[in-house]
């Protein structure tokens, strides 16, 4: 067995690398870092004077508004690129949020779009000049996709992901990776190669997990939008905790082929990936762009279902997950859920109580499909290097192998779980939606988000999901710790122990919307149409 020293070593050797891929003009001069005391460093861009008005100006835009501009030539994707290249260096410095950076290629990619353009007058695609920004367990070819651990540093990729090479063909420019925790099994993104990706907008506080790199950059500003996974939540939790919008789409309809996988194999519950914007439309246009580019002829698992567009009834019938009866949300989700409840009620929607009597079934059934090789994916990929496990990791470390036989039974008891839901669901005659908190906190300080059961009950049952920034945010005056409540279990314990109102003060909260399996059309257009409703 290796020493400690060499996961030591290889981790500080590639933390090193990175820093030194940071272009040297990229790199912010002492004299205008932000102090460690500024917890929110996403006002430091128009307030450092280190970016010009162009570069705020484009970085302050929005996927879709760079997307037309660069379409109608007003401004050039090699403009556009350096600008987002710039900010992500940024982010980088503040956050730690980047797995890798490669904005000499990104440079390149775009001037050739923009000889295209010029040449042509046509766009390559759709995504013509945007920058996306992509989680690190998106193989791209030469590239590394640790997932966080050591022995997988300096093991590039023979080649590309699916989804990265429908992004090119689509005119997209990919220009960085994005940091994960390790194996991607962690809420929070932390790991021993690159270590702990904290929150822009209160550095004390996470920026959620898995996805949490790409949460981070996209609310600095570092990228118009990201592409990140969700297996118990990884798109929705470091959604939510930053703020910015996604789509947890159904297994089937967004390419996963030759993804990078922390638990490679792991097909009791599926993992998905979906995109993360600052706005619902952008979200929207991706999910077009994805599906119009018929992922079903490239990878054998997506469903043939072209886009279709979703005409919502006027007037919703929505049922409320006030409390999944294991963790309480803490107050100001409890009121961010209310205020929004009231709302589309006084919009003239019918609002009816979703009974989650299935919900303690479902997370069970998640956290053993987790385990069931008694860790051994784990492990193995832990065991060259001689890395640790990390404490977040240790019921992995616990874990006791299934034989088929039991993990059979596993899937038998899945499949009747999400019987059982449809049944409940379509037992509310005409039901469109669930509206439920994303997580039971806004965010967390680094190392306390413990409770993934409000996300990780859609991934068994494999239902659409939009997490969206309810326009609620955390008042320390109002959400007063609740002094009487009864904690439901120990998750709902730690959560309340850990509710910090001063600390939280200012910080975004999220809710979800879930509609049934396979329709992200609907819930994109659901999702607008409760926006519309509350704000």
Not at 263 to 274: F, H, I, K, R, T
Not at 297 to 306: A, E, F, N, S, T
Request: negative net charge; proline residues 7%.
């Amino acid at each position: 067995m290796p020493s400690k020293q060499d996961w030591e070593k290889i981790a500080a050797a590639k933390r090193a690398a990175l820093a030194e891929s940071i272009p040297t003009e990229f790199r912010i001069p002492q004299d205008q870092l932000p102090p460690e005391s500024q917890l929110n460093v996403t006002t430091w861009p128009k307030e450092s004077g280190w970016f010009t008005p162009k570069e705020l100006e484009i970085t302050e835009s929005t996927a879709s508004q760079i997307l037309k501009k660069v379409a109608s030539k007003t401004w050039s994707a090699e403009h556009v690129t350096a600008a987002f290249c710039k900010r992500a260096a940024a982010a980088q410095q503040l956050t730690n949020c980047l797995s890798d950076a490669f904005f000499d290629e990104a440079m390149q990619h775009a001037k050739a779009l923009d000889e295209h353009l010029q040449r042509t007058g046509q766009t390559v695609g759709p995504l013509h000049g945007l920058p996306i920004s992509l989680k690190d367990n998106f193989n791209i070819r030469g590239k590394d996709s640790t997932v966080g651990f050591t022995s997988l540093v300096n093991d590039p990729a023979g080649y590309n992901a699916t989804l990265v090479d429908v992004l090119e063909k689509l005119g997209a420019v990919r220009y960085c990776k994005t940091n994960v925790p390790t194996a991607m099994m962690i809420a929070e993104s932390v790991n021993n190669t690159f270590g702990r990706t904290v929150n822009p907008l209160n550095r004390k506080l996470t920026s959620g997990g898995s996805s949490g790199g790409e949460s981070a950059l996209i609310v600095f500003g570092g990228s118009p939008l990201g592409v990140g996974t969700d297996i118990g939540g990884s798109l929705r939790i470091p959604a939510a905790c930053t703020g910015i919008f996604t789509l947890r789409p159904s297994a089937g309809r967004f390419p996963t082929q030759r993804c990078r996988s922390g638990l490679a194999g792991q097909e009791a519950v599926q993992s998905v990936n979906g995109p993360m914007a600052k706005t619902l439309d952008d979200i929207t246009m991706y999910s077009k762009a994805i599906i119009d580019a018929q992922p079903w002829k490239l990878d054998p698992k997506m469903l043939p279902i072209p886009w279709r567009s979703a005409e919502p009834p006027k007037k919703l019938k929505i049922a409320v997950l006030w409390n999944d009866g294991i963790c309480l949300p803490t107050p100001p989700v409890t009121r961010a859920l209310k205020e929004t409840a009231e709302k589309l009620k006084k919009a003239g929607h019918h609002l009816t109580e979703w009974d989650p009597k299935l919900h303690q079934t479902a997370i069970d059934l998640l956290g053993r499909m987790f385990v069931a090789d008694g860790g051994k994916s784990v492990e193995a990929v832990l065991a060259p290097t001689g890395e640790p496990y990390r404490p977040e990791m240790q019921q992995y470390a616990e874990a006791t192998e299934l034989g088929v036989h039991d993990m059979w039974k596993l899937h038998l008891e899945r499949s009747e779980l999400q019987r059982q839901y449809l049944e409940q669901w379509m037992s509310h005659e005409g039901l469109d939606a669930i509206l439920a908190p994303t997580t039971p906190y806004s965010s967390v300080p680094h190392g306390d988000f413990k409770y993934v059961g409000y996300t990780g009950v859609y991934n068994v049952v494999d239902y659409s999901a939009v997490s969206f920034p309810c326009g609620v945010a955390v008042d320390k005056e109002i959400d007063r710790p609740v002094a009487d409540y009864k904690p439901q279990s120990d998750f709902c314990r730690a959560a309340h122990d850990s509710y910090n109102p001063e600390l939280l003060h200012g910080m975004p909260v999220s809710l979800q919307l879930i509609a049934q399996r396979l329709e992200e059309e609907k819930v994109l257009a659901l999702t607008d149409m409760v926006l519309q409703a509350t704000q």
